[in-house]
C-alpha cells in the first residue's frame, strides 16, 4: 500500500506540473541568420497537438488515467488497476523524450520533473516476481 501512496503523491504532483504554462516547448523555423521562435505550453494546452506534436496529450491523459485509477486503488484498499498502471505510465515515461525529440532537445525544468516522477511511479508499480 505505501508504493501505492508513493505512487499516487508523484501522479499529483505530475498533474499539478503538466498544468504550468512552462512544460511543453514549441520551436518554429526562422531563416538561417534569424533566431528560431520558441513557444512555451502547457501539457494541457491543444497547440503542441494541433502542430503534430501530440506526445505531450498522450502523457497527459494517461497521467490522469493513472492518477484516478491509483486513486479508487487506495481508497477502496484493492489492487484492480493491475496491468494498467505500468503499462500506461510506461507510454508516459516513452512520450516525453519523443516530445523533446520533437522540439529538437529542449527541456524544460518541468519537463524533466514530469519525466522523472513518471519513472519514479513507474519503478514503484511494476510487480517483482515473487521468491518461493
Not at 22 to 30: D, Q, T
Not at 117 to 130: C, D, E, P, S, Y
Amino acid at each position: 500500500m505505501t508504493k501505492k501512496i508513493i505512487a499516487l503523491c508523484c501522479m499529483a504532483a505530475c498533474v499539478v506540473l503538466m498544468a504550468l504554462p512552462f512544460g511543453v516547448v514549441m520551436r518554429f523555423g526562422a531563416p538561417p541568420p534569424e533566431e528560431p521562435y520558441v513557444s512555451y505550453h502547457s501539457y494541457f494546452s491543444l497547440t503542441p497537438f494541433a502542430y503534430a506534436n501530440w506526445f505531450p496529450m498522450i502523457a497527459t491523459v494517461l497521467s490522469v488515467v493513472v492518477l484516478l485509477a491509483l486513486t479508487f486503488d487506495v481508497a477502496r484498499k484493492k489492487d484492480r488497476a493491475g496491468k494498467l498502471v505500468p503499462i500506461c505510465l510506461f507510454v508516459c515515461m516513452a512520450a516525453s523524450p519523443l516530445a523533446w525529440l520533437m522540439a529538437g532537445w529542449t527541456v524544460t525544468a518541468i519537463g524533466g520533473a514530469v519525466f522523472v516522477l513518471h519513472t519514479v511511479a513507474f519503478a514503484t508499480q511494476i510487480k517483482r516476481g515473487k521468491k518461493p
